[in-house]
């Protein structure tokens, strides 16, 4: 039976320091979109948070682009996707489904999710609260900790709670540190400190991108391995093969410039070369860290793996809008998998329709 097209409002950009990684994967997904069974309607969103219709960039082009003289588009709460289309010739549209291509604080929070809840339209990704929690790692770490899940130690600062070096390594047991953002991806704003000199300038840094950070024990020698999580329409999850992140020497770790401004940042292994067993628990212990969090239709589950210690995983964090980027860890493994990319799409938007299908049905009495 053939299936009636589907238009798709592709939403990039954003307000986030990832404004800019939203826009590379946002190119990505496009190319995937299969255009026999979609109309697609890319959506930007500047950094001063404005909505404008298209993308200015050229065929091919690693990102999208906002076009600054484009008509400014909103969604109307409770219209069940309509679009309206501002300027000189209004008008409005009806969007089937949203892809979020947004990453970091509003858009990857919730914020956005919440907006889209009001305008009764089906998203792909996780709803308010998995990507509240998942966004916020102090929040996301401790629910992880409560469901008996292995995490590093760690402690959060406000500026108003803000402690020294000393006061640090002594809770945490180590001088050998992290310091990130609460709220951000991308290893935006993430740093190691290993003297009070240069955990007082993480610690700077990490606040000028949030007003809330995470002081992590850094674990020596730590192998990085992510495995990606997918949920089909009927509620499903697949855990992927597993990959490994082997950051550059010159790098130290999987930093923002080794992801995204260096070809030879990293290397990117998959299948990641582990024990089965030990394989298998990882990706165990992807889908319950799933479960834990509430997370919905995809995610990227991020993992230490101490080579000295077999008891050694530790989960570190869960991407609920992974990047979707020509390099990025999520659809890798799932292409890995023997999935492509535009099958993985059909499969995330069948899940979101569903979902959305799902709150529409009438309610036994």
């Not at 010739?89 to 604080?105: F, I, K, M, N, T």
């Not at 993480?202 to 000028?208: E, Q, V, Y």
Request: aromatic letters at 6%.
């Amino acid at each position: 039976m053939k299936h009636a097209r589907k238009t798709v409002g592709l939403l990039f950009g954003g307000c986030s320091a990832e404004h800019d990684v939203s826009r590379m994967s946002a190119a990505n997904i496009l190319r995937a979109l299969d255009p026999a069974k979609y109309d697609i309607v890319p959506i930007g969103i500047a950094r001063n948070g404005r909505w404008r219709l298209g993308n200015s960039a050229a065929p091919g082009s690693k990102s999208l682009e906002i076009p600054q003289d484009a008509p400014e588009v909103a969604l109307l709460p409770g219209h069940d996707g309509e679009l309206a289309v501002l300027g000189e010739e209004p008008r409005r549209l009806r969007l089937d489904v949203a892809v979020p291509v947004l990453h970091g604080p509003n858009g990857e929070d919730g914020t956005v999710q919440g907006l889209l809840e009001l305008a009764n339209l089906a998203y792909v990704g996780s709803g308010v609260m998995g990507s509240a929690a998942c966004m916020d790692k102090d929040v996301a770490k401790r629910l992880l900790r409560d469901g008996g899940l292995p995490v590093v130690p760690f402690l959060s600062m406000t500026r108003r709670t803000r402690m020294s070096y000393e006061a640090a390594t002594g809770m945490l047991g180590t001088s050998d540190l992290f310091v990130k953002p609460a709220n951000m991806g991308s290893s935006v704003g993430v740093s190691p400190a290993r003297s009070a000199a240069t955990f007082e300038a993480a610690c700077d840094l990490a606040f000028r991108h949030d007003a809330k950070i995470l002081v992590e024990r850094s674990v020596s020698g730590a192998r990085e391995i992510e495995c990606s999580i997918l949920e089909g329409a009927s509620g499903e999850l697949r855990a992927s093969p597993l990959g490994e992140i082997a950051p550059a020497k010159s790098h130290g770790f999987y930093s923002y410039a080794a992801k995204y401004e260096d070809a030879a940042g990293a290397d990117l292994l998959i299948p990641a070369d582990l024990d089965p067993a030990l394989a298998d628990r990882i990706r165990e212990l992807a889908l319950e860290a799933f479960r834990v969090l509430g997370c919905e239709g995809l995610a990227r589950v991020d993992f230490f793996v101490d080579p000295a210690d077999p008891d050694g995983i530790y989960v570190n964090e869960i991407n609920t809008l992974p990047g979707f980027t020509a390099i990025s860890m999520y659809p890798k493994l799932w292409e890995a998998a023997g999935l492509s990319q535009r099958e993985l799409m059909d499969v995330l938007i069948g899940h979101a329709l569903a979902r959305q299908d799902g709150r529409r049905a009438p309610k036994p009495a």
